[in-house]
């Protein structure tokens, strides 16, 4: 369940963002969605998606770990990717 965020004014009369973690539910939910339809647009291929989004190598670099559900090939064509863009 994605709860909404609040905002409370502190004694110093600064606003403080409550429900960091529903924050970012909501902006993991928009990221998910948007890959969901740029998929449902424009095929299967993981080149169109990575370079929509912007990765850069060293993105890539960081997060392919993470990542280990992907396909072999899809790992393998983002590599490819990113050797041809040196």
Avoid: C
């Avoid at 998929?39 to 169109?48: E, L, P």
């Avoid at 280990?68 to 863009?85: G, T």
Wanted: hydrophobic share 35%; glycine share 6%; charged share 35%.
């Amino acid at each position: 369940m994605i709860t909404d965020t609040k905002t409370t004014k502190k004694s110093n009369g600064t606003n403080t963002m409550l429900g960091t973690v529903a924050k970012h539910q909501l902006e993991l939910a928009i990221a998910q969605l948007t890959g969901w339809n740029h998929a449902k647009m424009y095929g299967d291929r993981i080149i169109d998606l990575i370079e929509s989004m912007g990765l850069k190598k060293e993105e890539w670099k960081k997060i392919r770990k993470e990542v280990e559900w992907l396909k072999e090939s899809d790992r393998a064509e983002i590599e490819a990717h990113f050797r041809k863009r040196q």
